[in-house]
């Protein structure tokens, strides 16, 4: 069964980091743009950050830029997402995502979600 594996959230004061994981088999990860996305309570699930195949050329959402890193590790099958600098308003359930191609542009399908984790920050 083809899978992904969220982990790494938790809850954190205003200001602390987090480091989430995105755990898949190489097959699933290998040449496929990931990314990660973010679901509040009462809100629309909303795109956070991207990383194409072969890492290359980032993307991120406005409000993350210069807080959150997106990278990913191939001899360990993960995607990660560092996230810095974290506000009351980063608070939601965050997905892991797999683009149906090599590349991400806005609107690609997802052809895999992960089951999302709670990152929680407090004020």
């Known amino acids: 069964q083809v899978q992904l594996v969220e982990s790494g959230g938790g809850l954190v004061q205003a200001g602390g980091s987090l480091r989430l994981s995105c755990v898949g088999s190489?097959?699933?990860?290998?040449?496929?743009?990931m990314a990660w996305f973010r679901q509040a309570p009462g809100q629309e699930r909303e795109f956070v950050a991207a990383?194409?195949?072969?890492?290359?050329?980032?993307l991120y959402e406005d409000s993350v830029k210069g807080r959150f890193t997106v990278s990913r590790d191939y001899t360990k099958n993960t995607v990660y997402l560092q996230m810095n600098s974290l506000k009351p308003e980063d608070t939601a359930v965050y997905y892991c995502a797999r683009g149906s191609g090599s590349y991400y542009y806005e609107g690609i399908p997802i052809d895999i979600w992960g089951q999302g984790t709670q990152v929680t920050v407090s004020s």
């Open positions: 190489a097959r699933t990860l290998r040449s496929y743009a």
């Open positions: 990383i194409n195949w072969g890492g290359g050329s980032p």
